[in-house]
């Protein structure tokens, strides 16, 4: 237990730098569902295979970066085996609190998607609770639990896992009324194998994206272009990533990957002509959409605006052109000056 707990620890130091290179989630983005049973016996005390009791259960969890995550599950243990009879179908509850580490994208690093195989190290504590209907008190008590997942990610968006987990179970305070101890006489060894089912994301993927970052020459043109737009009426402007110079049109036409669209002040709909030019984004491209405002107005209605005008972008793109969103985020005031645009990113 403790040494996964400092591997956890560990990872942690590492958790930053991972959720700097990964698109961002929303909140329900990267949970997954899944059922797993097995076999469990006491570690101590019998003969190995002998006194074997099965299990089944649920296990609800979500990734927050391509190593981290956390779980709740709870297992059902149905035979009465090591001991006497409790006289219950199921002879044992537990639920637990599960924190879990991808030790092999720690180790090396996120590619975009899920590898294949990979290991995962999990580890918590919870509640269990054991039956006993013949004349005597069920029993509440704090458990741990340890283990390693090996994980295959199956199909051709990695939205399945298979895995085989290996794991060690204590009863921390025995028959509830004891003290707090690691003790392997009061403990069990499980193998168990479950199945997960990866929710899809708003990024259109089962999985965390990699984000695109720019490099500052294409920065510095964006910016030149937000220079000349400030100050004007709403109107649509678009950058040539290509090219050198940025143009100043206003016309419907879509060049090679950035679409500039400006708004109204205080306001956040799209005009006809924004409109236009977004319906000819080809269907099914993977978008980042960045809304900003400008100074006018307090720090929290800025923000609140940037993101509507982000918003209402990245939902006519979705709407009309099927488009997959990677981010959808609102910057606030970007600069000093009239800034209040939409700026499309298109792959």
């Known amino acids: 237990m403790k040494k996964i707990l400092c591997i956890m620890a560990a990872a942690l130091s590492t958790a930053t730098a991972f959720a700097q290179t990964v698109v961002e989630s929303k ?31 649920l296990r609800i969890g979500r990734h927050i970066t391509p190593v981290l995550g956390w779980a709740v599950e709870g297992n059902s243990y149905f035979s009465n085996k090591p001991g006497r009879s409790t006289g ?24 975009g998607e899920p590898r294949f195989f990979e290991v995962v190290a999990i580890g918590g504590a919870g509640w269990g609770h054991s039956f006993n209907n013949h004349h005597a008190k069920s029993i509440n008590s704090l458990v741990a639990k340890t283990g390693l997942d090996f994980v295959f990610n ?3 968006k990695k939205a399945w896992q298979l895995y085989v ?9 025995g028959n509830g ?50 220079n000349e737009l400030r100050n004007k009426p709403a109107e649509v402007k678009f950058v040539e990533k290509a090219a ?23 306001k956040s709909e799209l ?31 800025n923000q609140k605006l940037s993101q509507a005008r ?28 009239s800034n209040r645009l939409a700026i499309v990113y298109v792959k």
Request: glycine share 10%.
């Open 165 to 173: 987990e290996p794991a060690f179970y204590h009863s921390l305070n």
């Open 310 to 337: 982000a918003d209402v972008v990245a939902d006519f793109l979705k709407a009309r052109c099927g488009a997959y969103i990677e981010e959808c985020v609102g910057k606030g005031v970007q600069g000093t000056t």
């Open 244 to 266: 050198p110079q940025h143009t100043s049109q206003t016309a419907a036409q879509l060049c090679e990957n950035i679409i500039v669209i400006t708004f109204a002040q205080g």
């Open 27 to 57: 909140t329900f983005d990267n949970i997954y569902i899944g059922v797993n049973g097995g076999v469990a016996t006491p570690t101590t005390g019998h003969k190995w295979m002998s006194d074997l009791n099965p299990n089944a259960g």
């Open 88 to 111: 219950t179908f199921v002879r044992f509850l537990n639920a637990d609190a599960l924190a879990t580490v991808n030790l092999t994208t720690w180790i090396g690093g996120y590619k």
């Open 177 to 226: 009324y004891e003290a707090l101890e690691y003790n392997i006489n009061k403990s069990m060894v499980q193998l168990n194998a479950g199945i997960n089912y990866k929710f899809k994301n708003s990024n259109g993927t089962h999985n965390f994206q990699i984000a695109q970052l720019r490099d500052q020459a294409e920065i510095d043109r964006l910016n030149a272009l937000v």
């Open 154 to 156: 199956l199909g051709s």
């Open 271 to 301: 005009t006809e002509e924004s409109k236009d030019a977004l319906s000819k984004v080809k269907e099914g491209s993977h978008v980042q959409v960045i809304g900003t405002a400008s100074p006018e107005g307090s720090a929290e209605l």
